[in-house]
């Protein structure tokens, strides 16, 4: 059973525009909430990460925004580029285990 | 800083064989986790580690085990491969200060093939 629920399962955006994800959790356990980007052939690379006394959070063209109550989370992806065309992974952090959300694939047309 | 560096890259293997892989963390990290990554079931937890101490095991047959080096490396081992065993086994690192395992680094996996 997923424990953290992903949407949507890609996206497609123009050049410049903004990219949206968003993720849902059911166990209240979790304590730290990391955004990972996969490209091919590689390993998830961490991007972006906030723990839940934090609403927003903010590095560069990317933001996570933290609704605790609602035990909700979503990235924001600002000014879109072809180079972040990639897969997005949602996840959250308890008793030393990652759990993934299923992944976004976002394409970014120039 | 070297990243985690995990080898082998790729492996074909074939049914009912065992299958050992390699992963070396990021200088001083101490904790070591493993993940199952496949088209069908996303990204699984199989099993992490410090200080040579399993913390947190995944929901993976005991066909599926791992083990942590004093120098922090750490190995899992697959046995009676199945082909449903297919798939890019990835590891991370990190450096685990106190009770929080954050900032787990991942290498690029060893993409596994069960024929």
């Known amino acids: 059973q997923q424990q953290v629920k992903q949407s949507p399962q890609s996206l497609i955006v123009q050049k410049g525009g903004i990219s949206i994800i968003n993720c849902a959790y059911e166990?209240?356990?979790?304590?730290?909430f990391p955004w990972y980007q996969q490209f091919p052939g590689k390993g998830p690379a961490l991007l972006i990460a906030i723990r839940p006394d934090v609403s927003e959070k903010k590095e560069g063209r990317f933001t996570i925004s933290f609704n605790k109550s609602a035990k909700q989370f979503s990235l924001h992806i600002m000014d879109s580029q072809p180079g972040d065309s990639a897969t997005y992974f949602c996840?959250?952090?308890?008793?030393?285990?990652?759990?993934f959300g299923a992944g976004t694939t976002v394409t970014v047309r120039a | 800083k070297a990243g985690v560096t995990q080898t082998p890259r790729y492996l074909i293997k074939t049914r009912g064989q065992q299958v050992t892989l390699s992963c070396s963390p990021i200088s001083g990290h101490r904790s070591v986790s493993w993940y199952q990554q496949t088209p069908g079931q996303g990204l699984q937890f199989l099993f992490e580690y410090f200080s040579e101490t399993q913390r947190n095991k995944g929901n993976f047959p005991g066909r599926f085990s791992g083990r942590q080096f004093s120098n922090s490396r750490s190995e899992m081992n697959v046995s009676t491969l199945e082909l449903g065993d297919s798939a890019l086994y990835l590891c991370?690192?990190?450096?685990?200060?106190?009770?929080?395992?954050?900032?787990?680094?991942f290498g690029s996996g060893t993409q596994l093939s069960v024929l």
């Open positions: 991370a690192s990190s450096l685990s200060t106190g009770q929080q395992n954050e900032k787990l680094f």
């Open positions: 166990n209240t356990a979790f304590d730290y």
């Open positions: 996840a959250a952090l308890n008793d030393y285990k990652l759990s």
